[in-house]
């Protein structure tokens, strides 16, 4: 469990290693999925808007539609053996857009058949983890797999480890975020690379959060890509950046996978959008997989493992019960807070501590 967990935010064994996650119980998760509202008086209320999904992950608002990067259910290729169990390979990943018409939520996949590595049941997959639409264009990330893990090299396998424009039905190559990693190794650890979250800013740039990296790659408006900022260990643990949002102050926020829900020291790192330095940042949350912010300032912060979503107004947090949410997206205009929920399960569900979960999901909440 805990080795396969580590899938859904890693290349095989990478974050295992760097991050020491464990997931909550299916249990604590489950009894989450039962509720409407995660505090007293149950004034949140959640509308499940897209079933269905294939490992749900980061989310993206943008002119009236939600984006999200669905990890894929892998294949029937299967490779790897040990602790770590079979990685299943295959064409299953893709980028989906949810939106509502007039009567009902509908949803469909912008682009699909991207590489997808998961769990042989479909669960804890990898594969498009990261999406950013601004102004109509769409942005995608690929995790990324090194030859010596068998995974074939050819078109489309060739878009791992870059950062991809989404357009009509395709996904092209913008620049290759793997390779900063192999000639940078910015974080000066292994070199391992994880692109896992991307945000795309007014100015043209494309901003990637290496998760195994430890690091974020600025990428120009020509796709040249370089090393942009380094976060430091903390905690006994390195950073894992997995997740990025544009604040209304103007600036960067990163969150973090490090630390564990028992032990909550992952952070929301602030970051100068302009020359990657790091301003501050706030603490005391699980593993974070999604950030977001509302027109007032507001942050919400999705802790994977902690199956809950934290919204900071000022000195106090709210929660609302979530499992296992991954990406975080805030309507501009109305406030709603959409999140994906069981991101760690494809569409046909996975199996925890024995018991079979729902299916992927995207969930709205309202009064949040």
């Given at each position: ?179 900063v990693e192999q000639k940078y190794n910015p974080h ?49 643990h390195q950073a894992v950046p997995t997740s990025l ?124």
């Amino acid at each position: 469990m805990r080795k396969r967990t580590a899938l859904v935010v890693g290349t095989s064994v990478v974050l295992a290693v760097t991050a020491g996650i464990a997931p909550a119980s299916a249990t604590s998760a489950m009894s989450a999925a039962g509720t409407t509202g995660g505090h007293v008086g149950g004034k949140p209320v959640i509308r499940v808007i897209a079933k269905g999904l294939d490992n749900p992950r980061q989310l993206s608002y943008d002119d009236g539609h939600v984006y999200v990067a669905e990890a894929g259910r892998g294949g029937k290729k299967c490779v790897g053996e040990g602790e770590e169990g079979r990685t299943c390979v295959g064409l299953s990943s893709a980028v989906t857009k949810i939106y509502w018409d007039g009567n009902a939520w509908q949803h469909y996949r912008v682009v699909d058949r991207l590489p997808s590595g998961a769990a042989p049941d479909g669960g804890f997959a990898t594969g498009v983890d990261g999406v950013s639409a601004l102004d109509g264009c769409v942005w995608a990330v690929e995790t990324y797999a090194p030859p010596e893990a068998g995974i074939p090299t050819g078109p489309p396998w060739n878009t791992l480890g870059k950062l991809l424009s989404v357009d009509h039905g395709k996904a092209r190559i913008t620049a290759d975020i793997t390779a900063v990693e192999q000639k940078y190794n910015p974080h000066k650890a292994t070199v391992e690379s994880n692109p896992y979250a991307v945000l795309a800013l007014p100015d043209g740039r494309r901003i990637v959060a290496d998760a195994a990296g430890n690091d974020l790659v600025v990428v120009s408006p020509s796709g040249k890509a370089r090393p942009f900022t380094v976060f430091p260990d903390h905690d006994r643990h390195q950073a894992v950046p997995t997740s990025l949002a544009l604040g209304p102050d103007g600036k960067l926020y990163v969150g973090e996978l490090n630390g564990e829900a028992e032990k909550p020291t992952a952070r929301v790192w602030k970051v100068d959008p302009r020359t990657g330095k790091i301003l501050g940042w706030k603490s005391g949350f699980g593993s974070i997989t999604g950030i977001a912010f509302n027109g007032d300032g507001d942050l919400y912060v999705s802790q994977l493992f902690a199956s809950r979503v934290t919204k900071v107004s000022g000195s106090k947090r709210t929660n609302v019960q979530v499992p296992f949410p991954a990406g975080v997206a805030v309507d501009p205009y109305d406030g709603k807070v959409y999140v994906s929920a069981w991101s760690i399960a494809d569409r046909d569900g996975t199996v925890l501590d024995g018991r079979k979960t729902p299916g992927g999901q995207v969930w709205k909440i309202l009064g949040f």
